[in-house]
């Protein structure tokens, strides 16, 4: 069973569509996050959801729309594609730290979208 | 702000040999987590070994183990025995105690050879 399972894997799109990417997790996390891995590989969080509230937003283009109908799904809907929104995207869930104790916190992730502007 | 540091890009290493690749952060906060992850030319990220900053024993997971110098903020991964399979992009992140996101360092491939 997947834990955390993202579609599709891969998009190929013209400029200007617009498109989106749908994640599911089943591990029963309360948080979900949607993550962007450039061209030199380096990984930025783009969105957080902790029990489908917006909880952190970098600093991303009004384009770039995540909605979470549940704890379990997050989707990442993008309005006029631009070349530079190539990536890849990952989406990922963990349980929230904070509260009483530690807990279990690594971040499981799915197998990333990988997004062809052209 | 937190920061990661991978300062090294590229690191080699010969199957069987043990290599270890460096990782330093920079925090303000006393309560966080630190990680090391894997990603594979499939591109998914899995996760090899986990820190809690609270605990002052080494993290050890198989042939994977950690070097953790809190006062120094730094983390570092060995990788003993190691196998073609390891070839790979690592990459060190740090969330805080009660924050959302993990931050990631730039990454180091490591690649194995025979």
């Known amino acids: 069973d997947t834990a955390v399972s993202q579609t599709p894997k891969y998009l190929v799109t013209q400029m200007g569509n617009d498109k989106s990417i749908k994640c599911e997790q089943n591990?029963?996390?309360?948080?979900m996050y949607w993550y962007k891995q450039d061209s030199k590989k380096f990984l930025k969080i783009m969105f957080s959801y902790n029990n489908k509230e917006l909880i952190i937003n970098e600093t991303v283009p009004n384009r770039f729309s995540p909605k979470s109908p549940d704890k379990a799904h997050l989707n990442l809907h993008i309005n006029s594609l631009e070349l530079g929104d190539s990536a890849v995207y990952f989406c990922?869930?963990?349980?929230?730290?904070?509260?009483?104790?530690?807990?279990?916190?690594?971040?499981?992730f799915g197998q990333g979208t990988r997004l062809t502007v052209v | 702000a937190q920061t990661v540091t991978q300062s090294q890009p590229e690191m080699s290493v010969q199957e069987a040999e043990t290599v270890t690749l460096s990782c330093t952060y920079d925090?303000?906060?006393?309560?966080?987590?630190l990680f090391w992850y894997k990603q594979p030319p499939s591109r998914q990220m899995i996760l090899v070994i986990r820190q809690e900053a609270y605990k002052q024993q080494n993290a050890t997971e198989n042939r994977f183990s950690v070097n953790f110098q809190k006062a120094a903020k730094s983390f570092s991964l060995k990788i003993s025995d190691s196998q073609l399979g390891d070839a790979a992009m690592y990459f060190c992140?740090?969330?805080?105690?009660?924050?959302?996101?993990?931050?990631f360092g730039t990454g180091t491939r490591l690649q194995v050879t025979l």
């Open positions: 591990l029963g996390h309360d948080t």
């Open positions: 990922a869930s963990s349980q929230h730290p904070g509260g009483e104790g530690y807990k279990n916190t690594e971040a499981f």
């Open positions: 925090t303000s906060e006393s309560d966080y987590y």
């Open positions: 992140a740090y969330m805080a105690g009660t924050a959302s996101k993990l931050t």
